[in-house]
């Protein structure tokens, strides 16, 4: 799954957990990772849902203003179903965790 550049930073910190589709039918699967810079994306599941279903809610729930600003960007191609994606960000192996400052 692409995100768009400025979504990129609150997918990997774990903020955003859903993204908006449209598609002509679906492109990834549950349980399958896909490459992301900084780590991968694994799908917790996928939904058909309609237009009434994308409220302002769910677009800050997937990092956008509101509504319009989320469709300007979930259409690819000649798509015309919507997919609601719930996935999680999952950090490559043996990346060691932020230090953090020792207590004074």
């Known amino acids: 799954m692409m ?3 400025r ?13 908006v589709r449209i598609w002509t039918r679906p492109h990834v699967k549950v349980g399958n990772r896909y490459p992301m810079e900084g780590g991968a994306i694994e799908v917790d599941s996928i939904e058909p849902i ?17 509504v319009l ?3 300007k960007v979930a259409k690819h191609g ?7 994606v719930r996935f999680h960000f999952v950090p490559p192996p ?6 953090t400052a020792p207590n004074r």
Do not use: H, Q
Not at 8 to 19: A, L, M, N
Not at 78 to 84: A, D, N, V
Not at 94 to 99: L, R, T
């Open 94 to 99: 043996n990346v060691p965790k932020p230090k």
């Open 69 to 71: 600003d989320l469709l």
């Open 50 to 66: 309609g237009f009434p279903d994308i409220t302002p809610e769910l677009a800050r729930a997937s990092g956008f203003l509101g």
């Open 78 to 84: 000649r798509g015309e179903k919507i997919y609601l």
């Open 7 to 19: 979504l990129r930073d609150g997918v990997r910190r774990g903020e955003i957990t859903c993204s």
């Open 3 to 5: 995100f768009a550049k």
